[in-house]
Nanobody, 126 residues
Framework: QLQLVESGGGLVQLGGPLRLSCAAS????????MGWFRQAPGKERECVAG????????YYAAPVKGRFAGPRDNAKNTEYLQMNSLKPEETAVYYC???????????????????WGQGTQVTVSS
């Protein structure tokens, strides 16, 4: 079983950067595809980034492409989400999640992920 703990959330000004971390406990972190989701008040949880376990290929949702980066460090059992040029509409709770089914690609649905962190609040002020 994998346990995930996010950190790094907080208040940031319009256009500022923020880096989130997701620390995983468990011996097989490298065999999980990791995803980052966010959920704003009144909205559904959406996948904004992911990285495949097999080949390290990333996925970024269209609204964040070019501004977000989600590398992983398997030696540290940690996944990151570097967010740049943040916008007020990106205020949300951000979650990391792990998909343990060793797929070839990256899935985007919440039901496709087996483990979730508790979430970390990101607030972008204007």
């Amino acid at each position: 079983q994998l346990q995930l703990v996010e950190s790094g959330g907080g208040l940031v000004q319009l256009g500022g950067p923020l880096r989130l971390s997701c620390a995983a406990s468990g011996p097989t972190f490298s065999s999980y595809t990791m995803g980052w989701f966010r959920q704003a008040p009144g909205k559904e949880r959406e996948c904004v980034a992911g990285i495949n376990w097999r080949n390290g290929n990333p996925y970024y949702a269209a609204p964040v492409k070019g501004r977000f980066a989600g590398p992983r460090d398997n030696a540290k059992n940690t996944e990151y989400l570097q967010m740049n040029s943040l916008k007020p509409e990106e205020t949300a709770v951000y979650y990391c999640a792990a998909d343990g089914r060793q797929r070839w690609g990256i899935v985007l649905g919440t039901r496709d992920y087996d483990y979730w962190g508790q979430g970390t609040q990101v607030t972008v002020s204007s």
